[in-house]
């Protein structure tokens, strides 16, 4: 490996604050690159990138945040953070601006999705390509899984809210929502769910989950103005998605074309965390979409100098 690659391949681990928040985030490439901006999901952070990061660093600018509620970004209490979708979003929006990134492709995985399309419609002038993985936006992609969460939503009594609390936020859940559709369950690397589930367990963080299940409808009621978004600004997008996730299901992925006629989509014999099993194709899925549409190197470049631009450098904790 030549040493320009063995540098490009690094990724680094940053602070920076903004919306009140010390937000967490890895990143790696040349800042002069085109900006691919990665927003993870339930129950995840930025490490579930950990292998697609170095995998586009060699031709873009690769910038993964965690959100607030997740990994290791930091809500001061006086903040009184409310813990919702519109929130997060404002969150991340303030995120780009502090790091002065104004144009980004967008990667969106579950919990990314409502975050990414709520910028996307905020700034479409922003975003030069999605790519959708397991990120969803239509009625038609939400699985049966979602049943005891559609009944928190139609009644959040107490009862409901435990019966999420003891069923979903557990290890158990966690380790299945990786391991679930997966030809072979023991391939996926255990740090990935360990992780999450220790971080789940941190004080107050279940309550916190549980207020975002709940706030989850208002991203359901925000499809048809996500998908309004996609029919009127037209991003070239890549659906790529494990075809076996219990939660967003593959006519999520092909409905996009009903919007998007040009949509890419792609499925993969993996679960929710297609990640976790197929980074390789996923990401060679990745450079051929975003090459064959112009985001390249030579393109927009959305980073300055990460000379007083790129916040804090700390010790990674993972």
């Known amino acids: 490996m030549s040493k320009a690659t063995s540098l490009q391949a690094v990724t680094t681990i940053h602070k920076i604050e903004a919306d009140g928040v010390r937000v967490f985030y890895r990143a790696a490439g040349d800042p002069a690159a085109p900006v691919m901006l990665l927003l993870h999901g339930f129950p995840a952070s930025s490490f579930m990138f950990r292998e697609l990061t170095p995998r586009l660093a060699n031709r873009y600018r690769v910038i993964a945040p965690d959100l607030p509620g997740f990994g290791f970004t930091e809500v001061p209490p006086e903040r009184k953070y409310v813990y919702s979708f519109d929130g997060l979003a404002t969150t991340i ?172 989509v792609q499925f993969l014999d993996a679960g929710h965390f297609a990640i976790e099993t197929h980074v390789v194709e996923i990401a060679s899925a990745m450079q051929e979409f975003l090459e064959a549409n112009g985001v390249k190197r030579g393109g927009d470049a959305a980073l300055q100098q990460e000379s007083g631009q790129m916040g804090e450098r700390v010790r990674s904790p993972v």
């Open 93 to 264: 929006e303030a995120f780009t601006e502090a790091l002065k990134i104004d144009r980004y492709a967008l990667y969106v995985f579950d919990y990314g999705a409502p975050t990414g399309f709520r910028l996307a419609m905020a700034h479409p002038d922003r975003v030069t390509a999605i790519v959708s993985q397991n990120g969803n936006a239509y009625e038609e992609g939400l699985g049966d899984a979602w049943g005891p969460i559609r009944k928190y939503w139609a009644a959040p009594t107490a009862e409901n809210r435990e019966v999420i609390r003891k069923n979903i936020l557990t290890l158990e859940a966690t380790r299945w929502q990786y391991t679930h559709g997966v030809a072979n369950p023991d391939s996926v690397p255990p740090e990935s769910y360990t992780l999450d589930a220790a971080l789940l367990e941190r004080p107050g963080n279940r309550e916190i989950q549980l207020d975002l299940f709940l706030d989850y409808a208002s991203n359901v009621q925000l499809y048809p103005k996500f998908q309004e978004y996609v029919r009127r600004s037209k991003p070239p997008l890549l659906a790529i998605w494990g075809k076996n996730d219990p939660f967003f299901i593959p006519a999520g992925a092909e409905v996009f074309r009903k919007d998007l006629p040009n949509a890419e």
